[in-house]
């Protein structure tokens, strides 16, 4: 019988969307009420309406492309945090830069629960090899390692010899890192003759965990989990033994909506992950991660309830010059906004040497006459470039969370 971290993991749908109704107008207001940035750009809603998803899905979406420019324009943080700068436990540095507070709480990131999940438990030694200098990486790892009571050997990056040699000495049965240091860990152990044989489970992040690198891992003795968390909101979700996408973490909440929109889009559809966290010092509210993935129907097999996500499907952050003009996600969205008729949309950019053309394909359930004529007009307003319209019917376009497709040969 699986193993949870708690209670919150099993709940019913009634419970999770009672707990929710609590939860969000309590963390609305107190953004409001903290943060210089939310204070103004929720000062006209009222918390006490913000009960579920679908009155959460009306509020404005920030997103993580925004946050340079407002941490410049509102130094140091954007007025995005809601405990003053000179009482938090440490302020990051992500490449950017941009800049990420953690607060003086336990396990502030919520990392716990996906060790847990990978099968890390209290009182064993974690081998944590993400960075400690200047991204909250390692941190993030090592708060949650000790809110589950697991000692933690701070290894950070590099030094692959002295990190094996480590492992030789220390034997621990948890790993933490990227799954390619891993392997680099692994096999220079075994060039060098050291028994690292104690790593039993390691939970990773930060790239790719194809099949056959997990099943090259699996065959040195370690059971391999993921786990997707960013800098600015901590876990987003992770991997239980069920290997069957992505649960969304208890302390989250998370929609997929349409790129350049707040609008989520159906169960399956991919499109960009937006996330609500329930942080008392950085109270992100609809924080668009530029991250695509889908909703993944069903529960996972492993008992946990919460919604489930494909995992990482690329970026949603499109933004394409086409003859010197930017062409914007949110442009298409208005056009699609502008024609009821229009159901999805994809502008397509296609081309060599600098001969750039695009094609706005529109997917309609009928066509009424002059359809295609007018939103060739209103792609024209919207973006100060001419393009062909395509009447393409209902299913048609690709289900892959691109509004944008540069298709130009670059030879």
């Given amino acids: 019988m699986a193993e949870y971290y708690d209670e919150l993991e099993t709940r019913s749908a009634d419970a999770r969307a009672a707990w929710l109704a609590e ?57 995005l945090n809601a405990t003053p700068a000179g009482e938090l436990a440490r302020v990051f540095m992500s490449p950017g830069p941009i800049f990420e507070p953690e607060g003086d709480g336990p396990d502030g990131f919520r990392f716990a629960r996906a060790l847990f999940a990978a099968g890390f438990r209290k009182g064993e030694l974690v081998h944590n090899t993400f960075a400690y200098h200047l991204t909250p990486a390692g941190r993030i790892c090592e708060s949650g390692a000790h809110a589950l009571g697991c000692p933690v050997f701070p290894a950070g990056v590099g030094n692959t010899e002295q990190q094996v040699q480590a492992i030789a000495a220390l034997k621990p049965r948890n790993y933490v890192g990227t799954p390619s240091f891993l392997r680099i860990i692994l096999e220079k152990a075994k060039e060098i003759g050291a028994d690292v044989s104690s790593l039993r489970h390691a939970l990773v992040s930060g790239e790719a965990l194809p099949p056959s690198l997990r099943a090259d891992l699996a065959g040195y003795g370690v059971a391999v989990l993921q786990a997707y968390a960013t800098a600015d909101v901590g876990l987003i979700a992770y ?75 690329g970026r949603a952050d499109q933004t394409t010059k086409i003859k010197g003009m930017f062409v914007h996600p949110s442009q298409v969205a208005e056009i699609v906004k502008r024609h009821p008729e229009i159901d999805r949309a994809r502008l397509e950019v296609t081309g060599e040497k600098g001969q ?23 792609l024209t307003a919207v973006t100060k470039l001419r393009g062909a319209v395509k009447l393409v019917a209902k299913g048609d376009l690709p289900n892959d969370g691109k509004v944008i497709a540069d298709l130009r040969s670059y030879e």
């Fill in 23 to 79: 939860a969000l107008p309590r963390q609305i207001a107190h953004a409001r009420a903290k943060s210089a940035h939310f204070g103004r750009s929720l000062k006209d809603i009222d918390p006490a309406v913000v009960t579920d998803r679908a009155a959460l899905a009306a509020l404005p979406v920030i997103r993580k492309s925004d946050l340079q420019a407002l941490q410049q324009a509102e130094p140091p943080l954007g007025g």
């Fill in 239 to 313: 991997e239980s033994e069920a290997k069957e996408g992505l649960i969304v973490d208890e302390g989250a909440v998370v929609e997929i909506v349409r790129p350049g929109t707040g609008d989520p889009v159906p169960d399956g559809e991919v499109g960009e992950v937006v996330v609500t966290v329930f942080n008392p010092d950085y109270p992100l509210v609809r924080f668009g991660t530029g991250d695509m993935s889908a909703v993944l129907a069903g529960t996972s097999p492993c008992g946990r309830t919460n919604m489930r996500i494909k995992g990482w499907m």
């Fill in 356 to 378: 750039d053309s695009m094609a706005l394909l529109c997917e309609v359930a009928g066509a009424p006459e002059g359809l295609a004529d007018a939103i060739g007009q209103t």
